[in-house]
């Protein structure tokens, strides 16, 4: 199995910027689309972000959209989430995550078979 570990949380005044990494174990990591959830206190987990296996093709939620960026470099079997203007809302613990289910479901949780274990993103006002 695909073991994923996250790292880059941690605490940034609102207006700053934080690059999350997530490392996989496995060289196959550039078969499996990838994507960046995030669970706020008392909250469901909500999507942030997604790419495609091949990076052709990035998914944004609306609320992040313009000013988060993902991005992979499969020769380093890592992806990547650069958060600018970030927002005390965005305050969560943020997981990466990777599957090979189809496009259509790549926004959802569903569309991911392997998960890390989380980074704490908190953002001060």
């Known amino acids: 199995q695909v073991q994923l570990v996250e790292s880059g949380g941690g605490l940034v005044q609102a207006g700053g910027s934080l690059r999350l990494s997530c490392a996989a174990s496995e060289r196959t990591f550039n078969t499996y689309n990838m994507g960046w959830f995030r669970q706020a206190l008392g909250k469901g987990r909500e999507f942030v972000a997604a790419i495609t296996w091949s990076g052709g093709s990035t998914f944004y939620a609306h609320s992040v959209k313009g000013r988060f960026s993902i991005s992979r470099d499969n020769a380093k079997n890592t992806g990547y989430l650069q958060m600018n203007s970030l927002k005390p809302e965005a305050t969560a613990v943020y997981y990466c995550?990777?599957?090979?289910?189809?496009?259509?479901?790549?926004?959802?949780?569903?569309?991911?078979?392997?998960w890390g274990q989380g980074t704490q993103v908190t953002v001060s006002s």
């Open positions: 995550a990777a599957g090979r289910g189809p496009q259509s479901i790549i926004a959802t949780n569903g569309g991911y078979d392997y």
